[in-house]
């Protein structure tokens, strides 16, 4: 309870809704959020999951992809339509990624690719319970481009950039990091979750995708290859 008070002093319990088959994931998640003085309620299935979401006093909603019973894109779907307001947070494995994410850019506010730090999901949580007038520090703008982590929506020059998620995870993390020399091991730690080199090109095939879709409306894409040593945002004013 102090913890709870210390954290969060003015503002009522928020109710956080896990729908994760997985045990353990299903603890971890409870057992974290309590201790951030949020209220957790769990569901095992898609079922029980849009059951609750639907019916219950919900804040905020982390929803797994792959659940027995109905799958959570159908349960997003179903959130979607009936509670458009409702924030929810996929949680996806690594290999459902690049089928499922894409569709996940319509209708989820957000998604964390498993195995994830607690630490990434809570500040993922904190950033889509924000009120509006605080939701302005979830946007990057650098180098003309524009990126909104809760629409997600991508702007050059005003003009819109569609990515997909992946393209719009390396984007972010190279707004986060202007000017700052990026090595292929630091993204892919950062973008696609790995601690070692997996011997791919990966990073220099998506930094050309990403190239590519910047450059679409406008002057050469703002990211600079430093042969051998990686790749940087060059903000030229
Ligand atoms: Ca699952």
């Not at 095992?44 to 006093?57: C, H, K, P, Q, W």
């Not at 905020?60 to 924030?87: F, H, T």
């Not at 003009?159 to 998620?165: D, G, K, Q």
């Not at 995870?169 to 990091?177: P, Q």
Request: glycine share 8%; proline share 5%.
């Amino acid at each position: 309870m102090r913890v709870r008070l210390r954290i969060r002093p003015s503002i009522a319990v928020v109710r956080i809704l896990v729908v994760e088959d997985e045990p353990a994931i299903a603890d971890f998640l409870r057992r974290g959020l309590q201790a951030e003085g949020y209220s957790v309620d769990c569901a095992l299935d898609g079922i029980e999951g849009e059951r609750r979401a639907l019916s219950g006093e919900v804040d905020l909603v982390i929803l797994d992809v792959m659940l027995p019973e109905r799958d959570g894109m159908v349960v997003l779907d179903k959130i979607r339509s009936r509670k458009p307001g409702l924030p929810v947070i996929m949680l996806t494995a690594r290999g459902e990624v690049e089928d499922k994410v894409s569709a996940l850019d319509s209708g989820a506010n957000d998604y964390v690719t498993k195995p994830f730090s607690f630490d990434e999901l809570a500040a993922r949580v904190r950033a889509h319970l924000r009120s509006p007038e605080q939701g302005r520090a979830t946007e990057l703008s650098v180098a003309g481009i524009k990126l909104d982590f809760l629409t997600r929506r991508v702007e050059r020059d005003g003009m819109p950039i569609t990515l997909s998620a992946r393209e719009f995870e390396l984007l972010a993390y190279f707004m986060r990091h202007p000017g700052q020399v990026l090595s292929k091991q630091q993204i892919l730690s950062a973008v696609w979750g790995y601690d070692f080199d997996p011997g791919t090109n990966v990073v220099e095939v998506y930094v050309g995708y990403l190239r590519r879709k910047l450059a679409a409306n406008g002057g050469p894409a703002p990211i600079e290859t430093l042969r051998s040593v990686g790749y940087r945002l060059v903000d030229r004013g």
